[in-house]
């Protein structure tokens, strides 16, 4: 149910419901209740600090909810709302025993939706790795958006966005390794230059039982695909460090193994460019600008 309280506006997250369209304007506060309130079913994050929301119930429980929560109504004939911005403080109330929260409710679309609760939790920083690749994801699939609009929309770079995504392709195993901080982002994306994918699980689950720092990681990383060269019928040419550094750069560039090799005459060569799935291969072919079918 909703009740009329009184006129007011933070400002909050007002400019990302303006630039997607939405107008703020001057809106009323209204007591929503809370059993009325469903989390935004596009919400990025999937793990709220425990402690944080006790902490924040402990506040609410004393003083009450002083910004309000913003929520959309999809359809006007059911009294039923979506969170916009706010489910920590929908989350706290519900510890707290409240049974009613202070909100704003906006007229929002579907799409808008989606992009303002993903925009949103990203601005704020404190999502994992994962989540914050699953975000990327979430805008790229759901708008339709390329990875070069989504590193414009969101002032990061091409690269930075490409390393996130190939996160992706990890296996669940170690996905749920990163999801639950026991490995570092720059452990996973140097385990996904292990060559053999069949061995790392459980090069993760040394990283992580062992307490290897990247360093070690890399280092364990490159030897296994030495190893791996060294069952190849015929060795592999010293390359250059004109080469070497082209290929860090590249690898930079793509977020994914890149192999330069030379052939056996002068001038000549092959790139080689490594990918982890379907999924991976339309993010390479949007950085060289290529329209997959």
Same mark, same amino acid.
């Given at each position: ?13 007002? $400019? ?30 999937q793990k709220f600090d425990t402690k944080g929301l006790n902490d924040l119930a402990a506040s609410i429980e004393k003083t009450g909810v002083f910004q309000p929560i913003i929520v959309r109504q999809p359809d006007k004939q059911i009294q039923r709302y979506e969170i916009l911005a706010g489910e920590r403080r929908f989350r706290a109330s519900k510890i707290a025993g409240k049974s009613t929260i202070p909100g704003i409710i906006r007229e929002v679309t &579907?799409?808008? /939706? ?16 994962? &989540? ?7 805008? /790229? ?9 989504? +590193? ?32 570092? /982002?720059?452990? $996973? ?19 992580? +039982?062992?307490? /290897? ?38 690898? &930079? ?41």
């Amino acid at each position: 149910m909703a009740s009329k309280k009184e006129k007011s506006l933070g400002r909050g997250i007002d $400019a990302l419901f303006a630039e997607n369209g939405v107008d703020a304007g001057e809106e009323t506060v209204v007591d929503l209740t809370l059993a009325d309130i469903r989390p935004n079913p596009y919400q990025p994050r999937q793990k709220f600090d425990t402690k944080g929301l006790n902490d924040l119930a402990a506040s609410i429980e004393k003083t009450g909810v002083f910004q309000p929560i913003i929520v959309r109504q999809p359809d006007k004939q059911i009294q039923r709302y979506e969170i916009l911005a706010g489910e920590r403080r929908f989350r706290a109330s519900k510890i707290a025993g409240k049974s009613t929260i202070p909100g704003i409710i906006r007229e929002v679309t &579907e799409e808008q /939706m989606m992009e303002i609760a993903v925009l949103e939790n990203l601005q704020r920083e404190d999502l994992t790795p994962l &989540e914050e690749a699953e975000a990327y994801d979430t805008l /790229m699939t759901k708008l339709t958006l390329t990875q070069a609009q989504v +590193s414009e929309r969101l002032g990061k770079s091409r690269p930075y966005i490409a390393n996130y995504l190939r996160l992706l392709g990890l296996p669940k195993a170690v996905k749920d390794m990163l999801q639950r901080n026991e490995l570092s /982002m720059g452990q $996973a994306r140097t385990l996904l230059s292990l060559k053999d994918k069949t061995k790392l699980v459980a090069l993760a689950k040394r990283a992580v +039982s062992e307490g /290897m720092t990247v360093r070690a990681v890399e280092a364990e990383v490159n030897k296994l695909n030495g190893a791996a060269k060294k069952l190849a019928k015929k060795p592999a040419k010293k390359k250059s460090p004109f080469l070497r550094s082209t290929e860090n750069q590249l690898q &930079e560039h793509f977020g994914t193994q890149v192999s330069i090799n030379e052939g056996n005459k002068d001038h000549q060569g092959h790139i080689e460019i490594e990918y982890l799935s379907n999924d991976d291969l339309n993010r390479i072919l949007d950085l060289l600008n290529i329209q997959s079918d």
